[in-house]
């Protein structure tokens, strides 16, 4: 199975919202509920911000939601901070537990 | 708090092998699927391997299969992964990922901080 879609990068100024799109395929994005996104600072671990396409784990901020449509999850962050900067990952269940990651989003803040 | 402490990375000849360790704590081990996933250099993620709770069923990843093993000792909470035939592809951060299911991995709610495996002559 191939790696999910995701655009290299994205950007945005301190405020604004930026939305992350992630297109897998009907056999996992488009065939489960279970899309993840993850946000990794450089040299540190990833971190799951949300869940079940847009379930938050405690302590995330709820600048984070998610969406999905069709076989495309999308990652929006509101209200960008400076310490957004990093790189966002999905991940989708694909059965036979087989998770795949896309190949991740560099956002910036400008 | 869970946490989760990867050990064993190091420098390895190609055709050679590793046995990495994740030590945890802060949750039942024994009731929750856990994972390794890979981190090339500057690239992206790469889920390898998990094992499921209790029972211990194990998966791979098509291009570990036959030369890693995933196991789990819940008498000491530690999860391991051997890697043998090693190949320079392999080299990569290898993160210890705790999830929030039993049986399989759907998504990976805490991390260790990685131990780097580099495959190199």
């Known amino acids: 199975q191939s790696a999910l879609t995701q655009p290299p990068s994205a950007s945005g100024s301190p405020g604004q919202s930026v939305t992350i799109s992630c297109t897998g395929t009907?056999?996992?994005?488009?065939?489960?509920?279970?899309v993840s996104w993850y946000q990794q600072h450089p040299g540190k671990a990833p971190k799951l911000i949300l869940y079940?396409?847009?379930k938050r784990p405690s302590g995330v901020p709820d600048r984070f939601s998610g969406s999905k449509s069709d076989n495309t999850a999308s990652l929006t962050v509101s209200g960008l901070q400076a310490e957004d900067e990093a790189d966002y990952y999905c991940s989708s269940y694909a059965g036979t537990n087989n998770p795949l990651f896309g190949g991740g989003t560099k956002l910036t803040v400008l | 708090e869970v946490q989760l402490l990867e050990s064993g990375g190091g420098l390895v000849q190609p055709g050679g092998s590793l046995r990495l360790s994740c030590a945890a704590s802060g949750f039942i081990f024994r009731e929750y699927a856990l994972s390794w996933v890979r981190q090339a250099p500057g690239t992206g993620l790469e889920w390898v391997s998990t094992i499921s709770g209790n029972f211990g069923s194990t998966y791979y990843a098509e291009s570990v299969k036959g030369r890693f093993t995933i196991s789990r000792d819940n008498s000491k909470d530690t999860m391991y992964l051997q890697m043998n035939s090693l190949r320079a592809g392999d080299t990569a951060i290898y993160y210890c990922?705790?999830?929030?299911?039993?049986?399989?991995?759907?998504?990976?709610?805490?991390w260790g901080r990685g131990t780097l495996v580099t495959v190199s002559s």
């Open positions: 990922a705790k999830s929030q299911q039993g049986i399989v991995a759907r998504d990976f709610d805490s």
């Open positions: 079940e396409v847009s």
């Open positions: 009907s056999s996992d994005v488009g065939g489960y509920d279970y």
